[in-house]
């Protein structure tokens, strides 16, 4: 069984740069026809697809976000990571990591809350 579990601070100040790991157990993240995902959800909003890192190592944004927006992996470890630049308070969110493919997206963490303030 897949598993999927995210890390990183919860609470990060405006201007600074979050960093979240997703770290991968059941399944390799380099095996074929998969991509690893980000998704968040600010409070009281729906869910918003961040980035995908597909098996091969590209990667895929969201426009709106791409700018400020890195997805990288170690596959050493078993893991991928999200930076997200210049974080805002807007940026405050449930964050969580995904596994799919095909924009279907079957395994979840279970979700990390960030808070950005100062």
């Known amino acids: 069984q897949v598993r999927l579990q995210e890390s990183g601070p919860g609470l990060v100040k405006p201007s600074q740069t979050l960093s979240l790991t997703c770290t991968v157990s059941g399944e390799s993240i380099t095996t074929n026809n998969n991509a690893w995902s980000w998704f968040r959800q600010p409070p009281g909003k729906g869910l918003e697809w961040m980035a995908d890192?597909?098996?091969?190592?590209?990667?895929f944004y969201n426009p709106s976000l791409k700018s400020r927006t890195d997805l990288s992996r170690d596959t050493s470890k078993n893991q991928f990571t999200l930076q997200l630049r210049s974080v805002t308070p807007e940026d405050t969110a449930v964050y969580y990591c995904a596994k799919g493919w095909n924009w279907s997206y079957n395994y979840w963490g279970q979700g990390t809350q960030v808070t950005v303030s100062s």
């Open positions: 890192i597909h098996y091969s190592g590209n990667t």
